[in-house]
């Protein structure tokens, strides 16, 4: 019997490599945790979006085996509302206990196969016309990082490849190790923010301020009762011009932001220490422990005890 997770990748015919290769470079740096392998629907090489060929060992019966089966983004040209019949092959090998994922436009494979509906799902946002064009009964979120739907993941474009991954890892195994992992591989361990923030937008007016001195400023002073006048009053903007532009940095509102701060430096706490729910309520700016049980269950749907039980398990 294997002790650890098996993460299976699978490459289809225009493969982009940077995709592909995120799963292995991510849970390989998970201090053994998962074993990656990587196979085509029929065990040869095949041909990326690039001017190589990749040549794999595996082929589709390791699905059967996956605990995981990711599959990478496809270059556009091969993205297609129908599988061939050894594609749907390959994907009906997986085992029904086994957590799927998708990395951009590898969301178009699972929709075409069925794994989608009932679903939310991402991908990228230059695709979500198309998307929805061909799966117009899923739901599309066009401005997440990735969607985490019970067993079946998606992520958004290229490098939220990036961000999915370490997500798992986080769930698995909890944010000291999803932290390891990010600092090895010289990524953010979390990125703020949704795939908003990477939409082709018109070219800001000459001189216009970034706003994110003030989104470092605040994440010092989670623990104080920030208001968006503080907000605006530290980057020398209006609250009009300030809510505008964070808003096409981040994707999110700042209040909506500063919430998601807050709820991430809880479930650290809530994993990295023996803090009580109202003192770690009070180091992250919630007023109350109960505000923290609020926002902490409409972001992940658990309480602040049952999350911490769950992560000193893991560990």
């Known amino acids: 019997m294997r002790d650890v997770h098996r993460v299976v990748v699978l490459a289809l015919d225009g493969v982009y490599p940077f995709e592909l290769g995120i799963p292995s470079r991510i849970f390989g740096a998970a201090d053994g945790r998962y074993e990656v392998l990587t196979c085509t629907v029929d065990g040869r090489p095949v041909r990326t979006n690039a001017d190589f060929t990749v040549t794999v060992e595996q082929g589709p019966e390791v699905l059967a085996t996956a605990d995981t089966v990711i599959v990478a983004s496809i270059s556009p040209s091969h993205v297609t509302s129908e599988l061939t019949d050894e594609v749907a092959a390959a994907l009906a090998m997986i085992r029904p206990a086994a957590r799927i994922v998708s990395i951009c436009t590898g969301a178009f494979v699972l929709a075409a196969a069925g794994l989608l509906d009932g679903h939310t799902a991402a991908t990228h946002w230059n695709m979500a016309d198309s998307f929805r064009s061909m799966f117009p009964h899923i739901a599309l979120d066009p401005e997440v990082l990735f969607v985490d739907d019970d067993r079946i993941l998606t992520s958004a474009g290229a490098a939220s490849g990036v961000d999915v991954c370490l997500h798992l890892v986080r769930k698995d195994h909890g ?89 991430a430096r809880a479930r650290h706490l809530l994993e990295a220490s023996d803090l009580s729910v109202d003192q770690i309520a009070g180091r992250v700016g919630f007023a109350t422990g109960a505000s923290l049980r609020q926002h902490l269950h409409t972001a992940i749907g658990v309480s602040p005890q049952v999350y911490r039980r769950t992560f000193q398990a893991t560990r």
């Open 175 to 263: 944010s000291e190790l999803a932290n390891a992992v990010a600092r090895r591989c010289v990524v953010p361990p979390f990125r703020d923010g949704g795939q908003a923030q990477y939409i082709e937008q018109p070219v800001p007016e000459n001189g216009a301020a970034s706003t994110s001195a003030t989104r470092a400023w605040a994440l010092e002073r989670l623990d104080e009762p920030l208001t968006l006048t503080d907000l605006a009053t530290h980057a020398r903007m209006s609250l009009r011009t300030f809510a505008r532009r964070f808003h096409d940095e981040v994707g999110l509102s700042p209040g909506r932001w500063l919430i998601q701060q807050r709820v």
